[in-house]
């Protein structure tokens, strides 16, 4: 086999020679010397030297593939880039002179005063199709504020905010965004610290420079680490217990807190989200009837602890080590609590950026401790980088490029029965995450963006639709046991009673605080992780149906018995969202990712209350909506969003619109 090596590279060398000699040579089967523009031989023989173009050999061949398939990608990018951030309508509609206006009635068209109705409800005729032709169908919440039928019955109602919808049209998220920056225009106060003493003089050794705080006793700090490891550990599984326990907690308890050192940070983070925990599930409401928690809009409880940790992340701030990334999460975390969502973002991203340094540049052992760590932090970053990706539009750092090769998170040692479960609960997440993604992805790819007729909406074909229906439903059925249920029991207990004991006959949700029996320490963040499973199932199962509401609204007349009956199952999808009832909707401070729900309600309020404007609408919830449903599901957004205007920027500037579409509702003006 050796020998034959030497031969088989001759041959090869021979071959491409062959390949390149001039026609005369090849002719006369004479060796070329290849020389250029005229060989020796056409030289001597003053003849024409013709050279072929060397034919692609198979290496060649592959790299020609590698190049046509990354061009195909970068066209598809070009497609995708040129329908993720087009005019919602043609600029033509806004203005007749093509310029912007501050007309509101311009929003929607230029003339015409059929366009608005006189009527209560908006009859069966279409909705101009120059004004439905620009539409696209983009999964983002607020962009239901941009639908034709209900930016008009806005303008018909005149209602507060309706100016606004011109630079929504023109910039999109950083629209929304800008509310939140005017929501909060300071950063967290930061005269709030620790009274400190010498480490060394409370007799502490080996605790040069170090320091302590009487405040903070050994029961108290045990405290707030039972509260964050019961409550905001178990959504988003960051630390370790027993890891934290003896190397965090003890080495603080002992030694007191170090300025540059990760325990100190790390330490000081978890005290503050555990004071956060506490506060928000046994706290003083921060406004009366308020489900926000403890401190108040301005000054969260733990910030006098979370103070102590800002002043001492800048000195390790660059770092990229899991340490760094813990901190930053932890950080973030503590942030949404405050519902300071810009910076609950910006420290997500800061955190996925240096995580994707670390998974570049070092070797990972993932079934050592350290690999374990990784595996929490990293699934947690790409979790909430995808949610605000998903919900607000913002761009990715790229760190779901990691997905295939980070190995879900797990435990290097036996867990309890409790923390299983709920690890099981963040898994469930993930995956259900992803399968939203995908949601989005298809149905955006299947939306028809060219339809030039009424007649073609644009909508993703139905067999798109049952496809993406019957992958969620097979991913309901193969949750684990304990995480499943049906759609008619969606409000009790899930099926562990190795875990938890319910009481019998109570749900674990309900409208009022009424009809729910004392909470149990166990129970504190059942009820929150089995609230977002299932409330981010509905919320993915709306997302796809969701086409069909807007084909009832803009083109009643070519609705089918079956586009009917999908329109109905969007509804239904929208309706009593465990999220939103009792008990989590009076411990906002722990529900995660607050800013997603929230923008989510802004659309479903504004659907819903089509239903008492479009005859389509009503004669849908009329057949298949029980009426007092919709109703409670009603009062429960409303309450939601009046709650957290108080904090959240979006919900401060959608109330009024709100207040003047639910106008009939008892108690929608009260303070």
Known sequence: MASS????????????????????????????DEQRPKCGLCQRLNVECKYREPQPTKKDKTIVFILDGINRLENKIDIIGRHVTPSLFDQSIISPTNQPSSSTSNIISPSSSDVF????????????????????????????????????????????????????????????????????????????????????????????????????????????????????????????QDNFYANILQVVASQGFGDGDFPSIIAFLVFALGSVAEEGCYGIPIKIHSGIRGGSAERPPGLELFNEARRRLGFVMTQCNVENIQCLLLASIYY??????????????????????????EQIEWNSPRGFAIKRVFWTCNMIENWYH???????????????????????????????????????????????????????????????????????????????????????????????????????????????????????????QESLRGESSQSAILYILTAQLRSRYYYARFIIYRPFIFKALHYPDHMSSEDRQLAARCLQSALLWPIAMYPCKDRKRLVPMLFAWTQNFLGMLLILRMITVSEC??????????????????????????????????????????????????????P
């Open 5 to 32: 090596l030497p031969d088989s590279n001759q041959r090869r060398e021979r071959a491409a020679i062959a390949a390149q000699a001039c026609e005369t040579c090849r002719s006369r089967k004479s060796k070329c």
């Open 117 to 240: 109705p006189s009527l209560r409800r908006i009859n069966s005729a279409r909705i101009p199709l120059e004004v439905s032709r620009g539409y696209r169908n983009l999964t983002t919440p607020h962009k239901v504020l941009l639908w034709p039928a209900i930016s008009m019955e806005m303008s018909a109602k005149r209602v507060g905010g309706l100016n606004d919808l011109q630079s929504i049209l023109e910039t999109g998220t950083p629209w929304i965004l800008r509310q939140e920056l005017i929501k909060h225009p300071e950063i967290l106060p930061c005269d709030r610290l620790l009274e400190s003493k010498p480490a060394l003089k409370m007799g502490y050794s080996d605790s040069a420079a170090k320091v302590i705080f009487p405040e903070l006793t050994t029961d108290v700090m045990r405290k707030y680490t039972r509260c964050y490891f019961s409550t905001f550990n178990n959504v988003f599984p960051i630390l370790d």
């Open 336 to 361: 949404e609590a405050c519902a300071r969502h810009p910076d609950f973002w910006r420290c997500t991203t800061n955190a996925a950026t240096a995580l994707q340094v670390l998974l570049r540049c």
């Open 390 to 512: 998903i919900d607000l539009d913002l761009p990715r750092t790229g760190i779901c490029d990691h997905e295939d090769t980070v190995p879900l998170p797990s435990d290097s040692v036996m867990i309890s029965p409790e923390q299983q479960h709920n690890l099981m609960h963040f898994s469930a997440m993930i995956s259900l995450r992803r399968l939203i993604t995908r949601i989005h992805s298809t149905i955006f790819e299947a939306t028809n963006y060219t339809a030039e007729t009424s007649d073609e909406y644009g909508g993703p074909p139905i067999p798109v639709i049952n496809e993406l229906v019957r992958q969620l439903d097979s991913w309901r059925a193969l949750l684990p046991t304990a995480l499943q249920w049906s759609d008619d029991d969606r409000f009790a207990h899930p099926n562990a009673p190795n875990l938890y004991l319910p009481p019998a006959s109570s749900p674990l949700f309900a409208l009022t």
């Open 617 to 670: 609408m009503d004669s849908i919830a009329s057949q298949y909506l029980d009426e007092t449903e919709i109703k409670d599901t009603v009062m429960l957004l409303l309450s939601w969003m009046k709650d957290v205007k108080e904090v959240d920027g979006i919900a401060d500037w959608s109330w009024p619109i709100l207040q003047s579409l639910y106008s009939e509702v008892p108690g929608i003006n009260d």
